[in-house]
């Protein structure tokens, strides 16, 4: 790794360091061509290194404009990746009726030079969060999961349901069957159309939330985050040794599910109990055994018999966004992607190549 010294150089040669910021679109990043490999690396690097308080990340702040909307700024810096920046994300599912063909989760980064603060990047984060949290619930699996489950339940089958169980065979390689359940049925037809040619295990279209919780040994979940949960999976559906992990906070199951579990972790407890207080947890969060990460990195046990309730809760963290755009920023300098955009002068200058 280059020092620090070094690395401003080499992006001082590329870039000019307060008279302009780099421009990336989603397509650029995606030209990048960072791999899936490299961001679920990253995500857990990023997840260990917040737990080990490597990092400032404050927990997210937010905007609710309509109902079961959210709008969160979520900043972070990682000193040892020299990586700063700012995530404006949002999530609006009835977006889904008037842009049928444009994710309801929106986000894009304001990437940071670290020792001067001025802005390098804006750059689209939109597929950077359709990927990083699947990663994230990839990394609870790995650590948490039964690594011989041979049967996986996706809750919700858009845009994180899809990316989901295109990634989860990495840590789950003897899956079987996938079991899908939407309460939008088209959906569920998609998911399968699209990633079934993409995964060894046979993709199944479950009759139910029912079949999902009673034949699943690990299921994810991502539906939409209602302020007034109505939980569709009942206790009695849910076994011990069942690994339970999800990006849409208590969205799911009934609360006595989080309650009895035997290993409740969450990405960020600071983050989560920010929530509590906006009324994401009416019931109240359960008994907290870790974050996420410090069970990745190790400092805490994850699952130690087959036997254990586990549940893995994460709503998603800056430093994942953060350690990510990094990475695609170095490389859109290294390829020469994206517009470089006048910070002062009239945007009708040109400022450099
Ligand atoms: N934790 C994180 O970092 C993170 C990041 C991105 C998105 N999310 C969350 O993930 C969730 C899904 O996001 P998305 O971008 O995939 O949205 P999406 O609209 O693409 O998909 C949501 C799917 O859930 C289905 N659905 C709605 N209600 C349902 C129910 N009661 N039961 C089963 N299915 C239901 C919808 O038909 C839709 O197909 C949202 O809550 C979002 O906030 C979390």
Same mark, same amino acid.
């Given at each position: 790794?280059?020092?620090n010294?070094?690395?401003?150089?080499?992006?001082?040669?590329?870039? @000019?360091?307060?008279?302009e910021?780099?421009?990336?679109s989603?397509?650029?990043?995606? &030209?990048t061509?960072?791999?899936?490999e490299?961001?679920l690396?990253?995500?857990?690097k990023?997840?260990?290194a917040?737990?080990?308080?490597?990092?400032?990340?404050p927990?997210?702040?937010?905007?609710?404009?309509?109902?079961?909307?959210?709008?969160?700024a979520?900043?972070?810096?990682?000193?040892?990746?020299?990586?700063?920046?700012?995530?404006?994300?949002?999530?609006f599912?009835?977006?889904?009726e008037?842009?049928?063909?444009?994710? !309801?989760?929106?986000?894009?980064?304001?990437?940071?030079?670290h020792?001067?603060?001025?802005?390098?990047?804006?750059?689209d984060?939109?597929?950077i969060?359709?990927?990083?949290?699947p990663?994230?619930s990839?990394?609870?699996?790995?650590?948490?999961?039964? !690594?011989?489950?041979?049967t996986?339940g996706?809750?919700?089958?858009?845009?994180?349901g899809k990316?989901?169980v295109?990634?989860?065979?990495?840590?789950?390689?003897?899956?079987?069957?996938i079991?899908?359940? &939407?309460?939008?049925e088209?959906?569920?037809?998609?998911?399968i159309?699209?990633?079934? !040619?993409?995964? @060894?295990?046979?993709i199944?279209?479950?009759a139910?939330?029912?079949?999902v919780?009673?034949?699943?040994?690990?299921?994810?979940?991502?539906? !939409?985050?209602?302020?007034?949960?109505?939980?569709?999976?009942?206790?009695?559906?849910?076994?011990?040794g069942?690994?339970?992990?999800?990006? &849409?906070?208590?969205s799911?199951?009934?609360?006595s599910?989080?309650?009895?579990? &035997?290993?409740?972790?969450?990405?960020?407890?600071?983050?989560?109990?920010?929530?509590?207080?906006?009324?994401?947890y009416?019931?109240?969060?359960?008994?907290?055994?870790?974050?996420?990460?410090?069970?990745?990195?190790?400092?805490?046990q994850?699952?130690? @018999?087959?036997?254990?309730?586990?549940?893995?809760n @994460?709503?998603?963290?800056?430093?994942?966004d953060?350690?990510?755009?990094?990475?695609?920023?170095?490389?859109?300098?290294?390829h020469?992607l994206?517009?470089?955009?006048?910070?002062?002068?009239?945007?009708?200058?040109?400022?450099?190549?």
């Open positions: 790794m280059m020092t010294n070094e690395y401003r150089n080499w992006v001082k040669e590329r870039l @000019n360091i307060g008279e910021l780099l421009y990336l989603m397509q650029d990043v995606k &030209d061509q960072i791999s899936v490299e961001i690396n990253l995500t857990e990023a997840m260990i917040y737990s080990e308080r490597k990092s400032e990340m927990a997210k702040i937010g905007l609710h404009s309509q109902p079961d909307s959210l709008m969160h979520m900043p972070a810096y990682l000193p040892d990746e020299l990586a700063c920046g700012i995530k404006w994300g949002s999530n599912p009835t977006n889904r008037r842009y049928p063909d444009i994710t !309801p989760t929106n986000c894009q980064i304001i990437y940071n030079d020792e001067t603060g001025m802005p390098l990047s804006f750059l984060a939109t597929w969060t359709e990927v990083r949290t990663a994230v990839l990394v609870a699996a790995k650590h948490l999961a039964n !690594p011989e489950a041979k996986f996706m809750f919700g089958c858009g845009i994180q990316a989901h295109k990634m989860i065979e990495r840590v789950l390689p003897k899956l079987e069957k079991y899908v359940y &939407d309460v939008f088209p959906a569920m037809d998609k998911l159309e699209i990633c079934q !040619p993409l995964v @060894n295990a046979t199944v279209k479950a139910s939330y029912e079949q919780a009673k034949q699943c040994e690990v299921i994810a979940s991502a539906i !939409p985050i209602h302020h007034n949960p109505n939980p569709v999976v009942k206790d009695e559906w849910i076994s011990k069942q690994t339970l992990i999800m990006c &849409d906070c208590h799911v199951y009934e609360d599910v989080y309650k009895r579990a &035997d290993i409740y972790t969450l990405d960020s407890i600071e983050q989560h109990k920010v929530l509590e207080t906006y009324g994401y009416p019931w109240g969060l359960p008994e907290i055994y870790a974050e996420t990460g410090a069970v990745a990195g190790g400092l805490k994850g699952r130690t @018999n087959k036997d254990q309730l586990i549940i893995s @994460n709503v998603g963290m800056a430093v994942e953060i350690i990510v755009a990094k990475s695609v920023f170095d490389r859109a300098l290294e020469n994206g517009i470089k955009i006048p910070l002062w002068k009239s945007t009708k200058t040109k400022v450099s190549n």
